[in-house]
């Protein structure tokens, strides 16, 4: 079964310093990993994907994320946080059979001090 | 382009009442989604549609009834409101069944079931 588990319901940074939002993944087969994030009020916007072409993938508004076969992992980064990032992230991965939805982290909540 | 539109915006209903939600796109995709949000659980998906005329349950379809109207048009129902049924609930598109496929999300409907 597909899941992925998503450290940190909350995180705060101060503008200008490192993002770091953790995601870990369980899945008997190489997954397609997602990050999504959603503004306040609105739907969910995917910030980027990771579809086994690199392990390095970047996404829009400055963000990355690495996938790590040995570690499971999947976090995402920024290496300056803007006011604008302060927003709720969401890890995703792909059902691996019958309907291709997504199983969804519980999310991240980023807060950017100013 | 609308992309993927949902209506209403925001909805309360009294116990045993029923209501649609309706969602629309407007990029040709084959597979829509309805999920439902609740704080600290991510999303869910109660339904999803892989094809014009096809539709499948997800992890949480109790309560909820759909319709895939045509291409465009996935329609989701209560038939009899609960208390229970009170989330925000996102309506997704992708183009078909290949796993990495960005799914692009509605605005959502609030729904409160008093």
């Known amino acids: 079964a597909q899941s992925v588990t998503q450290l940190g319901s909350h995180v705060s940074v101060s503008e200008g310093a490192l993002v770091l939002l953790r995601c870990n993944y369980s899945s008997s087969v190489p997954p397609y990993l997602f990050w999504y994030v959603q503004y306040p009020n609105q739907g969910l916007q995917l910030l980027l994907k990771?579809?086994?072409?690199?392990?390095l993938v970047k996404g829009i508004n400055g963000f990355e994320a690495e996938f790590k076969k040995s570690e499971t992992s999947f976090h995402l980064t920024k290496p300056s946080a803007h006011m604008s990032d302060a927003a709720e992230y969401f890890c995703?991965?792909?059902?691996?059979?019958?309907?291709?939805?997504?199983?969804f982290g519980t999310g991240t909540r980023l807060t950017v001090i100013p | 382009n609308a992309g993927v539109t949902q209506t209403p915006k925001f909805q309360v209903l009294k116990t045993g009442q029923s209501m649609t939600l309706q969602c629309a796109q407007d990029?040709?995709?084959?597979?829509m989604y309805w999920y439902r949000q609740d704080p600290g659980m991510g999303l869910r998906l109660i339904y999803y549609?892989?094809?014009?005329?096809?539709?499948d349950k997800g992890e949480v379809p109790n309560g909820y009834n759909v319709s895939r109207l045509n291409k465009r048009e996935f329609s989701l129902r209560l038939e009899s409101a609960a208390p229970s049924q009170t989330s925000v609930y996102f309506c997704?598109?992708?183009?078909?069944?290949?796993?990495?496929?960005?799914?692009?999300f509605g605005p959502g409907t609030r729904l409160l079931v008093l």
């Open positions: 990771y579809t086994s072409a690199a392990t």
């Open positions: 549609s892989a094809s014009e005329g096809t539709t």
């Open positions: 995703a991965v792909r059902a691996q059979t019958g309907a291709n939805n997504l199983f």
């Open positions: 990029m040709n995709h084959n597979s």
């Open positions: 997704a598109s992708s183009e078909g069944a290949v796993g990495q496929e960005t799914q692009y």
